[in-house]
């Protein structure tokens, strides 16, 4: 039995709209009689083109600074702030790895910013511009 799956919404007064209920209806035959589990989760969207061209003009303006350029700048701050350690089962092995940001939410990726801009204050002494800021690097006194 394959796992597809399915999207909808819930109205105010906590109704489920699936979006392709003749599609869910027809899937979920095959499991007459049976015992399922039903997860519902909330829909995380990706993250923005704006968010993705705020990002990189970051990396420009830290690339600037620090003499690295732009796509190793880019992964220094993915190595500091989306590394990830996962366990090899059968091993023990301690294994590496480190996420892209095209593959975090807004959520995620808005978090991610606000780590590099308060490292970057930290380690730096610079403060990154926001969105609706000058683009220029402040460096704080």
């Given at each position: 039995m394959t796992e597809l799956t399915f999207f909808g919404s819930v109205d105010?007064?906590?109704k489920l709209h699936i979006r392709d209920r003749k599609g869910f209806i027809i899937y979920i035959r095959q499991f007459a009689g049976k015992d399922v589990i039903i997860d519902v989760?909330?829909?995380k969207t990706n993250r923005s083109l704006q968010q993705?061209?705020?990002?990189?003009?970051?990396?420009n303006l830290l690339?600037?600074?620090?003499g690295y350029d732009f796509e190793e700048m880019k992964e220094i701050v993915k190595f500091k702030f989306l590394k990830?350690?996962?366990?090899?089962?059968n091993?023990?092995?301690v294994l590496t790895?480190?996420?892209h940001t095209s593959k975090?939410?807004?959520?995620?990726?808005a978090e991610f910013c606000n780590n590099v801009q308060k490292w970057c204050n930290e380690e730096f002494n610079i403060r990154l511009p926001l969105p609706n800021e000058n683009w220029e690097i402040t460096y704080n006194d």
């Open positions: 105010e007064s906590g989760k909330r829909k993705n061209a705020f990002f990189h003009s970051w990396i690339s600037e600074h620090t990830t350690e996962k366990i090899n089962e091993t023990g092995e790895f480190i996420k975090l939410n807004k959520e995620d990726f």
